[in-house]
């Protein structure tokens, strides 16, 4: 019989995670066959039987018995007068069953051999098996528990165990992990790193916070409610476009819920991350609308062939059109796929004289124009309204330009 020796060698395997038995069993058949391929040269007479329910491994060499000095082939065949020494009762022409001792048949070092490739095998359909259970669940929510904090990333076991990758470029920005901590995130990619298979985590992904409301909203769930596009500056703010396809249903109040009850969790989760829900429209004009909320705009010029809209707004409401750094606006281009521009809407005030930016061409570079155009200032009295700390912390410019700019439109006014 095999050794308990040996048994007990190869038992750590027998409850490898993430393989089925019949397969495990399998993986062990083929690896002693490969031993006996190396030592016999085929595998052909032989069977290798594993017992699943007590982890034993035996092994039997089948001959037919032919008569004396008539041996052709000693791998499968054997003589009468040795036959008889195994079982007196046998006759020639019969099979003849013997068990093979493993130890004193392939020595020590084979058997060592035989663990090793059986180790190596293992690991090949662990790491298959986790690939496949994680390709399969790309995009889909998962928890774990922080084992690791690093610099660039953060280490996480899920429940089996396994490893997975949360890197910092993942992370809402004001994140916070320790060890012990659970932290729910979106499984992004699952990568192959040093022939390690490398489960990559998100918590910025558009499809977490897309998760996380199917989670909280049982109408996306259900499929009465689509999402149709989601855009986000991580921990700062989201704009989310749902659609309903029953014309009971209200999509923005169902996401929100009463009091704001359903999107105040998924708030917390994100760490007060502003969620903008808006009703989805083919109607680009209305949907630019929406996606400037919470502004309120005059009206809209739009350029079709160009993807470009102009969107006139009272003063009061640029500011909150262009959101703080510039995110309100940017999430809202795209969002719609249009480049949003932002302008005053003087209508009804009495006239004050100003000048376009455009026409400080020669002595401001057209870059800080469109900068400066970006944020809503398309005037030179609407960049001298502003501080210059507004225009630095609105704007990418750096405070001696900003000194500048507001120097020459300022000579101007004065001029005039």
């Given amino acids: 019989m095999a050794s308990i020796n040996l048994i007990e060698s190869f038992q750590e395997f027998k409850e490898a995670e993430g393989i089925d038995r019949p397969t495990l069993m399998k993986v062990m058949e083929d690896v002693f066959k490969t031993l006996i391929r190396k030592k016999y040269g085929s595998d052909e007479n032989f069977d290798v039987i594993v017992n699943d329910q007590k982890g034993d491994l035996e092994i039997f060499r089948r001959r037919t018995i032919v008569d004396d000095d008539d041996l052709y082939n000693t791998l499968t065949e054997i003589e009468y007068k040795n036959a ?94 320790k060890k012990g901590d659970t932290v729910r995130a979106v499984v992004k990619k699952v990568e192959l790193k040093n022939s390690q298979a490398i489960i990559i985590l998100s918590r910025t992904s558009p499809s977490f916070l897309e998760k996380l409301l199917e989670i909280e909203v049982p109408e996306i769930f259900d499929g009465l409610i689509v999402v149709k596009k989601i855009v986000r500056d991580p921990g700062e703010r989201a704009k989310v476009a749902v659609e309903s396809y029953d014309d009971r249903i209200d999509p923005v109040g169902a996401c929100v819920g009463m009091k704001g009850s359903r999107i105040h969790g998924i708030v917390r989760e994100l760490k007060n991350e502003n969620i903008d829900v808006i009703n989805w429209t083919n109607n680009i004009q209305l949907l630019i609308q929406r996606s400037l909320t919470p502004a309120k705009i005059t009206s809209i010029d739009l350029d079709t062939e160009k993807n470009h809209a102009n969107v006139f707004l009272k003063p009061d409401q640029v500011s909150l059109a262009i959101g703080r750094r510039g995110v309100n606006i940017k999430l809202a281009c795209e969002l719609t796929g249009y480049a949003i521009d932002v302008f005053r809407d003087n209508e009804g005030e009495v006239d004050e004289f100003d000048i376009d930016l455009e026409e400080f061409s020669d002595e401001i570079e057209a870059w800080i124009i469109d900068e400066l155009k970006r944020v809503g200032c398309d005037t030179a009295r609407s960049v001298l309204t502003l501080t210059a700390e507004e225009l630095e912390r609105r704007t990418d410019l750096e405070k001696e330009t900003i000194a500048d700019i507001r120097r020459i439109l300022q000579e101007e006014f004065e001029r005039e």
Avoid: C
């Fill in 84 to 177: 008889i020494l195994i079982e007196p009762d046998y006759q020639v022409g019969e099979e003849l069953y013997e068990e093979v001792d493993i130890q004193s048949e392939f020595g020590r070092r084979a058997i060592l051999a035989g663990k090793q490739t059986l180790a190596a095998r293992i690991n090949d359909l662990k790491k298959n098996a986790l690939i496949k259970k994680y390709e399969d669940r790309i995009g889909d929510i998962v928890s774990g528990e922080i084992y690791q904090v690093w610099k660039k990333e953060v280490l996480i076991l899920d429940e089996d165990g396994n490893e997975m990758l949360l890197p910092k470029s993942e992370q809402i920005p004001s994140d916070y992990f």
